[in-house]
Structures are given as C-alpha cells and as structure tokens.
DNA sequence: CCATATAGTCAATATGGTTGACTATGTGGG
DNA sequence: CCCACATAGTCAACCATATTGACTATATGG
C-alpha cells in the first residue's frame, strides 16, 4: 500500500500533467507581466487562438473551444477592453458580431509567442531537445484520437 | 500572424498540458463513477497520496501539498464523510488530528490505481511504448527542477 | 508562566465557469 | 407573405473550488 500511494504521489500522470500546465502557465504570466502586459491571463488563450483576420462570432469560438458562450463572451468584453480585441458589426447578420485583433493584439502575441517558446526552449535543455520533441509530438498524437 | 495563431491554437504547450490533464482526469472519474464510486472527484487526490499507515496532520498535507490548509480540510471532510479517510485525535497534540486511509479507502485506491494504469496503457498503445516512456520521464525531470 | 507559535475551523471573498431566461434577428415551408 | 422555429448574444442566478482573515484551543521555549 505504501508502494501504491507513493507511485502515485511521485508519477501520477494527471498529477504531472496538472503541476506542469500550472509551472507552464505562470512562467508565461510571470514574463508578460514583466513586459508590463496587464489585464490578461492565458485563460484569455481560450478565445485567443480563434481570432483571424476575418473575424470570427463569439458563438463559433465557444463552439470550437468547447466553452459556453456566456463564458467566451465575458472573455472577449476583457479582451476588448484591454484593447487586445476588437469587434464589429456582422454586415450579414445583424445579430452577430465579428472579433477581431487588434495592433496591442498582435503586439501582445508577438510576446506571448516568444516567451512561450523560450520556456520551451529551457524545458527542452532540461530533458535534452531530441526527448523534448518525443514528449511534445506524443502528446500531440494522444489529443488528436482520444475518446 | 494566421501562422502564429494557428501555431498556438494546434501545438501551444500549455493548452496540450492542460487538454491532456483534463482528458486523463474525465476517463478516470467515468472508470471510477462506473464502478459505482462516488462523492469523490479527481480533486481529493491532492490529499489522498500524502495519506500513510503512520497517519498525518492536516496542515503537514496542505504543506507539502502546496495547497491553504482550509481547502485540505474541506477535502479531508469529504473524504471522511464518505469513509475514504478516518481521522483520529493525535496522541502527541491535542490541537491535531491524524488522518489514515480506511479499509474502504484502500480498495478505492486499488480501483483508481488501475484505471490510471489502463489510461495510461491505452495512451502508451496510441504513440509507442518507448515513446509514451520517453514521454514521462522527460515530465518528470522538468518537475523535478523547474523554478 | 507568559509570549508566541501552531492545528484546525468558520466566514467572507475571489475566480471562473455553468445553466436558464430573455431579446433581437434570421430563415424555411405552407 | 408570415409564422414557427432556430440562432447570436446578454443578463442573472448559481455552482465549484480555492483563497485570505479572524478566531479558538493547545503547545512550548525562554
């Protein structure tokens, strides 16, 4: 018994998978604040990824993110209010609205991106690069076909 | 920019941490619920693994755990009003409790142990046995000396 | 034996999400 | 043409999970 809890301390995987994403997540938040980046935090990353230079509904990000749309909508208002963001009227329907980014939006992801991957880049130092891109290319292969 | 975008939104780190994490953590709790274990989420396992045959206080978990000891407590609670834990008055303290696994705790354990294991067997099955290895230990050498 | 630290609880608050109800607008079939 | 139904987005209520602060009871070292 000793044995099992102790295994599961050490090596649990959602364990793992939790302390890391929360590591991750604070170094990025740690290094945009340095920057000097407020009134963001990566759960704005929900809605983030889905903004193109066409412009996409707040209803099709929750959609695909998973999300309510209640949720995406409050973050897109922070998002907006920072500036990061910016929405416009659909000219084909006018119950919607269009989001798109900004010039402060692209600017912030500039940053992002980079500290993104200059904690990578030190992670992948800590394990050596070749077993750094097994890790991220396994995990890569379990998110595309899970149930 | 559609590049960055798309980068972060297929490959971003963080969002696989915590995509995995959560898929790790719905599969057990649907294996565990299927069992018919209940009052017991995914959340109590910050308490259960710092639980031994010695017994432990509290406030030791929330320590090592990283966690405020209110929130342990609240844990501790649950657990004990399902008979996962029992807590006993500690002999040295009058102000302490020692928390020990019970006889139903213990067969939980054994549940939750190997449906992780499954979890992660399938998951290995998906990129590679040597690979999914490669992929764990690699987690936990950045745990192990992350700042 | 008192000053201070510690174990644990109760209450208030913060955060980040959910579901439900609603308004306004769009759309397809009689 | 228009009505029934679907959809975009908002507002409000609630829920889950954690935090910090204030408190009580007990321990302990000078």
């Known amino acids: 018994m000793e044995q099992s809890l102790s295994s599961i301390r050490d090596t649990h995987l ?13 170094q990025v938040l740690e290094k945009l604040a340095s920057d ?9 990353f929900v ?7 066409k412009g ?3 209803t ?5 993110a998973g999300v309510s749309k209640q949720a995406v909508s409050k973050l897109i208002d922070e998002l907006v209010d920072n500036d ?20 402060k939006g ?3 992801l500039q940053l992002a991106i980079a500290h993104t991957k200059n904690i990578e880049k030190k992670w992948a130092t800590k394990v050596g690069e070749k077993d750094f891109a097994t890790m991220k290319l396994a995990m890569r292969k379990i998110l595309l076909n899970d149930d």
Chains 1, 2 share one sequence.
């Open 106 to 108: 692209r600017e912030f």
């Open 36 to 44: 000097g980046i407020t009134g963001i935090t990566l759960r704005h």
């Open 14 to 26: 959602g364990r793992m998978l939790l302390k890391l994403e929360r590591q991750f997540t604070r």
């Open 47 to 53: 809605v983030i990824p889905y903004v193109d230079d």
């Open 84 to 103: 990061y963001l910016e929405i416009k009227a659909d000219p084909a329907d006018k119950r919607a609205s269009l989001v798109f980014i900004s010039e």
């Open 60 to 64: 099709e990000i929750a959609r695909q």
């Open 56 to 58: 996409i509904r707040a």
